[in-house]
């Protein structure tokens, strides 16, 4: 059971928007950067999103991340079905002085 | 272009200890602001961040470690190799995951990954 809670799947229709959640403590998102990773089977994972919001060279603009308190989000706009793939979450703990992620979400393009 | 590339073995007998390296390319194991991390993925435990490495202002290294393999994990780097290492001691089949190393940059995110290593710890 992760420390940061994800949802374990979300979907939409191509063309859609979905959102996903990462629900953590004052000791994690609470006071620190979320970075966001998508991970597609049999490979490693890829950085999305870093620092709550920055995307790195190279990632498309459909994707978005935010925060607000312990809560942070990311965004997927014009789903498409390469995008079918599992999302990932993580922040360092102040507390624990220790990395986290939260249990990953998958999602699907109907 | 940064690359990490993993090694070690497929196989480890319980009770024995896993040892595994990431040589890098493209980037220095000692440049101040990087961190070099180990992660592990199950089916039951999900990403898991087992620690990390990196060298401080005054050239010391420090390091990290997840509280669940504090007691048996050891990560260490290597400057005239540009490596770093994970060794984890006493495993059980419980630790049969995949494992990846990673670059970490401030604040606090991977953004170069090894293809990852598939470890069985079995008899």
């Known amino acids: 059971q992760s420390v940061l809670t994800q949802p374990p799947s979300v979907s939409a229709a191509p063309g859609q928007m979905v959102t996903i959640s990462c629900s953590g403590g004052s000791t994690n998102i609470g006071n620190n950067y979320v970075s966001w990773y998508q991970q597609f089977p049999g490979t490693a994972p890829k950085l999305l999103i870093s620092a709550n919001d920055k995307r790195p060279s190279g990632i498309p603009d459909r994707f978005s991340g935010s925060k607000s308190g312990t809560s942070a989000t990311l965004g997927i706009t014009g789903l498409q079905t390469g995008d079918e793939a599992d999302y990932y979450c993580?922040?360092?703990?102040?507390?624990?002085?220790?990395?986290?992620f939260g249990g990953g979400t998958k999602v699907t393009v109907l | 272009q940064v690359q990490l590339q993993q090694s070690g073995p497929g196989l480890v007998k319980p009770s024995q200890t896993l040892s595994l390296t990431c040589v890098i390319s493209?980037?220095?194991?000692?440049?101040?602001?990087?961190?070099w991390n180990w992660i592990r993925q199950s089916p039951s435990r999900g990403l898991e961040w087992l620690g990390r490495?990196?060298?401080?202002?005054?050239?010391?290294?420090?390091?990290d470690y997840a509280e669940s393999v504090k007691s048996r994990v050891i990560i260490n780097s290597d400057s005239s190799k540009n490596q770093f290492s994970l060794q984890l001691t006493s495993v059980t089949p419980g630790d049969t995951s995949v494992y990846y190393c990673?670059?970490?940059?401030?604040?606090?995110?991977?953004?170069?990954w090894g293809k990852g290593t598939t470890v069985t710890v079995s008899s």
């Open positions: 990673a670059r970490g940059l401030r604040p606090f995110y991977m953004d170069v």
């Open positions: 993580g922040a360092w703990d102040s507390g624990l002085s220790a990395g986290l």
């Open positions: 493209g980037d220095s194991v000692s440049r101040d602001g990087t961190a």
């Open positions: 490495t990196y060298s401080s202002s005054n050239s010391k290294w420090r390091t």
